[in-house]
């Protein structure tokens, strides 16, 4: 159960890192949709690419403890993600 709620705050991160991005940078705004969406799509592929080097929510919750310092390198992962991701989608969309 923890584990599956560590990767639903880690996507919401995600979401949130791209609007964010789309607010800050308004070069990037694609409105709240189309940011959602680039924020989920980043935040999961970003978790995965740092899966492969061990940053997993069951090296974070381990029986007993949770790692607060990988919990936030998690988090952190997930937000820039998310980030990346609308800036990546919008050299794209200018791109074609």
Known sequence: MTLTIISLISILI????????????????????????AGVFGSVFFVKIFSKFGLDPKLIVQPG???YFLLIIYFSVSLLGGAIATI???KLKSKY
């Open 65 to 67: 403890t949770i790692n």
């Open 88 to 90: 990546l989608s919008f």
């Open 14 to 37: 995600g979401i949130i890192g791209a609007n964010i991005t789309g607010i800050i940078f308004k070069k990037y705004a694609f409105g709240l949709t189309a940011n959602t969406i």
